[in-house]
């Protein structure tokens, strides 16, 4: 059976190594071009949870997880050269905030899924996918940026996300920060519709396939 989750395993894996790669390239003023991969990570969950079962869902988010820590280790030891400062291109914060993010909101995601499998085929995916990305969001921008907790990382100087400035440019005044989650949030509950049309056509295919 370990067989059969491998495209899984492997899909997963893939999301999240190239989201980690691309969260480093700006695309425009408030999003990383990693803004549009890493939501198909909740894609791979939901169709791992459809075709094989929660449990099989829980073993891919944890592979994910790994990845994710190796490649956050990675990336704290490469160094980073930018207005006379070196620095690493993972700091501690975004490490820990990326790993409980994702944990956390793939984990809620997985739950959410299984307690409304029965219904609409689209709703436990949709409603999974919009709850754990928000989830996910206000997570990693807040454990990463967030002034309130400089403690986690005191060396680790953040100010410049709490630049208080007009909402995605146009709005009412907030930190930085929080204007690069909400548009963080805005492309994963995109992506969330969607990735409704992607997981119909796949999971009947594996659904046939597995039967």
Sequence with gaps: MTRSFLPGILAMATVVVASNVLVQFLFGNWLTWGAFT???A???TDIMNRVYGVAAARRVVIVGFVVGVICSLI???IMLQGDGFTYPAVTL???LGSGLAFL???LLDVAIFNRLRDGAW???PLASTLVGSSLDTALFFTIAFSGALTFLEPANDVSWAGEILPLLGAGPEAPL???LAVADWLVKLSL?????IPFRVITARFTAQVA
């Design 177 to 179: 920060w929080v204007s």
């Design 104 to 106: 956390t909101a793939q």
């Design 38 to 40: 890493y939501p198909i």
């Design 42 to 44: 909740f894609l791979v």
């Design 192 to 196: 969330a519709l969607l990735a409704l």
């Design 93 to 95: 914060r975004i490490a």
């Design 122 to 124: 689209w709703r436990a």
């Design 75 to 77: 990336g704290t030891q």
